[in-house]
Structure formats: C-alpha cells, structure tokens
C-alpha cells in the first residue's frame, strides 16, 4: 500500500465569487519528488498556503502525514519544512541569527544544526553577513536553510531557484535530490523553470484555473510525451511527397523553416532516412526526438498560454 | 508555549527599532529636565525635586506609552507580515492562539520598557541635579511603586489595543498611523458620545483612556483602586482574547 504524506480530498477556495481552486484531489506520496506545474494564478499557492496553514479552505479536507483534524494537521505541520513564495528573512539579523529565531521557534534543541544548515546551502562564509545585504539567490539559499532546520520530512518549495545563477540551479537541483535520496524527504516543488523540473521530479500536478487537471509519474509523463522524428532537408515539397506517397501518412508538421516534424511511422528511421536519400533529397539533419514538459504542459493546458 | 515567548524575546532583543525608540526616548527624558532646570535657574525661580517633578510630569507619560506602542507594534509586529516571516510563523505546527498569546505577551514587555524610561531617567536625573525632596502630604510610602507598577499595567492594556490593530492591518504604517490617531482621538470621541450617551460616559470613565491619567495621582481612595486596577487588566484580557479571534481566522499572505 502506498504512504501518502499529502491528500487534498475535494478542497476548494472561493474569494468573493472567485473560485481559486475548485475540489483538488491531490496526493503526494513519500519520498517523491512532486513537481507542481501551473500558469500564474493557476492556484499553486493558494493550495500551498493552505497545506502550511496559512489559508483556510472554503470546502474539502486536507490530510497530511494521516491527520486530518484541525489540532492534528496543526501537530503535522511540525513534519513540513516550507519556502512560499519568497524566503522568509529578518533583514537587520545575520544569516546565523536567521536560523536561531528559527531554531527556537521550533524549540529545536542544540545550536549545532545552525553551522551545518549553512554549510548544507552553501552559506558557511556568510553566516555573520546581514540578510538585507544578501543577493536574492543567497536568500534563496537561506530560505532553504530555514526550511531545512530540524529534518522535515516533507519539504515545500514555492519557486525556489528564483533569482539564482545558472550554476546555483543546478547545486540547488542537486541538493533536493540529494535530500531526496539520501534522507528520505519528500518535496513538492513549484517552478516556472520547466524544464529543471523535468530533471528532477518523480511525478508531476498540473493544475490550471484552479482545476487539478492531472497528476502522472516521470515515467507517464514520458510515455505521453509525443514522439516524433525532426528532418531538415534541401527540399520540403519533395520529402512531404515521399512522406504521403510511400508512407502512406500525413501525420507530419511542416514548420516555418522548412523543417518537418513527422509523428507517424518512426518506428524505423532507417527505413524513411533511405526513402529520402532515394528520392535525391540532401539530408541535412535527421533525428528522432519527444516533447519536453514544457510542450506537454502547454498541450494539456490547451493553448500557448507561458508557465 | 516557552519556545514562542523565547523566540520572541530574541527578536526583540535584536529589533533596532526597539532600541532607537529606547534611546530616543532616554535621550529626551534626560533634555526635558534640563530646559526646565535652566529655565528656573535663568529666571530664579525654585527647582523642581525629582517628587515634585514625577508628579507634574507624569501625566505626560501616557503620551510616551500611547507613541510607544504604536511604533513598536508596528516595527515589531506588522513588520513581520511585510517580510514573510509570518508565514514562516504561522506555518511552524503551533496554534495561532499561542502564537499571537506569545507576540502579545512580549510587545507588552517591550513597551512596558519604553513606558518606564521617562519616570525613571527623569525622575532621576532631577533628584540627581536638585534632590529628590518630599512627596506631599497624604501620599502613601508605597507612591513610587504605585506609579511605577499602574504604568507597567496600562501599557500592557495600550499593548493589548495594539497587537490587535496589528492584525487587523498587517502593515507597519497603516498600523502605526491608525494606532495614534487612535489613541490621540479616542479620549475627544468617548468625551463627545458620552456627552449625549450616558453608557459611552461610563464607558469612557471605567476605560484605560480616562483612567491613565489617574495613576500619577498622589492618593487615590480605597473604593477607586479596584477599578484602576482591574481596568487595564481586563482590557489586557479581553482585547488580547479579541486580538486572538482575529489572528485565528486571519489569512496570512
């Protein structure tokens, strides 16, 4: 049987005849990495900010580690390490200070967990430097070092590669999946950064509108995500009608460049790179090819809308 | 509980805010007498005693508390919101009672500090310059911890009332700003009701508005001193117990 650390059953938010989720089923389970996908406004938040308690829901239960009820959901809350929206800092305090209002508000015993939080984000150089003075990415980091303070078992991530520079993203990808890995902690992360997402999660939420619209595994999401072999060659007209005529198909996209996306029949390349190459076509490039998230969410979302 | 009140006395401690208003407020406790010390000294006049100034001069302390609480709750406090760190707060497994008890609880101990650093340095300061001389007659030996301790209660009860505008608005200006406006108008809008409205005269006349100006009184009969002490506590209780209402159904951004 599979352990779910988050369920939503039916969970709607309304403000002022605005529905802002409209009965989410949602489920996380343990140790995965829950990528959460949706336009600006789609509802991420507002149903981030309720699983932290920080909203309420006008209709539907929310259960996290099994507890459902108010003071259990309360006591639950214990196991969650969050970053939402934006790192969480007292400014005039240092980033050594940060943590210890954080440490003892946890009542976090020992002032151990201080250095080596720092040290886990990389921060160790920077834990008697002020948080007003820290690049976003550095308070990116610290935010993380927050929510990571006091092992949680469920860590909740709300844009959290925000501001940081190429290589910051990838030591961030790193360390959640490292925490993922090695420690067991579940994470549900949500970015507009797609395609580092794709390199991370384990299963996917895509909500749009407020709507829950599916939720699916990487694997799913791989399955589903369209095949198809890209050709460019000096001839468009020419490859199309040898495509329809000795394929039988035309089930192919002719882009504005000339090349063409085809989607049926690509079981054997071989085969259609030789069918080319008998017609007298120059191949210029010839490869098999699927769809990334980002045009799968595009897709599924039903437009060319941007995350 | 313990670890909500020690976390917040660790933000306080490390609130500049808090400590500019200390010592701003030091700073002004200390010029006061001296204007008035020089004055008398140009124009002959006798000296104030530290007795004699604590007592014409206390009644200017409820302005302290009443500017007090308003910047505090408002740097201490609604701050919090602006920066996230509420978020962080709320999300943290504790009920938002405790929380906002915990928060109430040590913004009260806070302004209870600012709120004694004008009778104190004051007081001292001119006791140093010209002798703390006699209280008058009638006054009770007990006058100075009397005033001391009224002033510690009616701050709490002012720190209650702020804490809770601190909720309502969640914004260190609107905060700050409704705070005064608040508590400078409150006295001239309870006085003008009460004056058509019986109830709002009673109201106004058992309230910490009116009755703050009684606690530099040098006696005060045995049949006032429950009231004056009951006052301020129930408003503590009362409005801290509102402010917790709020909090629990307030939705943090």
Redesign the interface.
Known sequence: MQEYVLKTNQISKKFKGHTALDKVNLSIRKGSIYGFIGQNGAGKSTLIRMVTGLAFPTEGMIELFGASDEWALIQARKRIGSMIESPALFPHMTASENLEANRILRGIPGRDCVPRMLEQVGLQEAGKKKAKNFSLGMKQRLGLAIALLGDPEFLILDEPTNGLDPMGVIEMRELLKRLNRELGITIMISSHILSELHLMASHYGIIHRGVLLEQLTARELNDKCQQYVFIKVDNPDMATAVIQNELGTADFEVMQDGAIKLYSCIEQPGKLSSLLFSAGLEIEKFMPMGEDLETYFTKRIGGNSHV | MY??I??EF??LR???SFWTLLFAISVLSLVYPMLYYFDHRSSGEPQFTGAQFLLTFISSNAYVIKFGVAVLAGFFISNEYS?????????????RGRLFAAKLIVFAVGAMAISLVFPIVSTVEVSLLSGFGQLPEGSSVLFLSRVLGLTLLYTAGYAAIGALFTVIFTDSGKTIGFSMIFFLMIDMALAAVGSKISFFATLYDYSIFKLVGDIGKPSIDSGDLPALLLVPLLTFVVVGMLGILVFR?K???
């Open positions: 670890n909500l020690r976390v660790f933000k490390k609130n500049r920066t996230g760190v509420m978020k962080t707060i709320a999300s943290s497994g504790n009920t159904r939705e943090i951004k």
